[in-house]
């Protein structure tokens, strides 16, 4: 299985700003995927973030509010720009990787408030 | 279109004793992968099972397996031997297996094991 690390695992954010989730994985991946978590509900899938091109968005996510790059097959980055309250969520940096069969592995989360 | 239902929102059980979690779904897909993940209070994402619908056997990972009704489109999972530790949201999902890899994801059921 792949190890993955998020940066910030949280923070408190004020109404207006933009903050950018850092994604790093262990080994070289080739699908990664940004989930968003909001309180009490389940995941959604924001986008799947393609190494060398741009990401495929999922209908209700937009470029301009989650801008996501993808330079090589370990890393990724996700914003959340001009954020409102309603952006407060986790959001989760995914990867499919082997493990007796290809599988989708998480990160820690990145818990967002903002204020 | 793809669904997963989980019905119960909440459960307990007792320490120690076995425990046993719904998750419905729906496909037109013959061919398809059935995920259950932990969810503790920390945000993060614990692969725990997996279920291809091609397997004969049902999906077994230490104290987890997953009850694999093909025909009544049911993944149950079963945690034997509750812990305290068990405590979390249970999340059910699927992937077709087309060359996106996306999850769709049930609403969540909460278990508290009581010691």
């Known amino acids: 299985s792949a190890v993955i690390s998020q940066k910030p695992s949280r923070d408190i954010c004020q109404r207006g700003t933009s903050l950018t989730i850092q994604c790093q994985v262990d080994?070289?991946?080739?699908?990664m995927f940004w989930y968003r978590q909001q309180p009490g509900q389940s995941l959604t899938l924001i986008a799947t973030a393609n190494q060398g091109s741009e990401a495929t968005y999922e209908s209700g996510f937009v470029i301009d509010k989650f801008p996501i790059s993808r330079p090589n097959l370990t890393f990724s980055t996700l914003t959340v720009s001009n954020m409102s309250p309603e952006d407060s969520s986790i959001y989760l940096c995914s990867v499919l990787a082997w493990d007796r069969g290809l599988k989708l592995f998480f990160g820690e989360g990145s818990r967002l408030t903002v204020l | 279109a793809q669904k997963i239902t989980q019905t119960q929102p909440g459960m307990f059980v007792q320490e120690k004793e076995a425990v046993t979690l719904d998750c419905t779904y729906d496909?037109?897909?013959?061919?398809?992968?059935l995920f259950w993940y932990k969810q503790p209070s920390s945000g993060e994402m614990i692969f725990l099972i997996y279920?291809?619908?091609?397997?004969?056997q049902n999906a077994t990972e230490g104290r987890y397996s997953l009850n694999f009704q093909k025909a009544r489109k049911s993944a149950n999972l079963v945690i034997s031997a509750s812990q305290l530790g068990d405590s979390a949201m249970y999340f059910c999902a699927m992937r077709g297996m087309d060359s996106s890899y996306k999850l769709i994801f049930g609403s969540g059921t909460r278990l508290l094991v009581r010691p």
């Open positions: 496909t037109s897909d013959q061919s398809y992968g």
């Open positions: 279920q291809g619908s091609y397997d004969e």
């Open positions: 080994s070289q991946v080739t699908m």
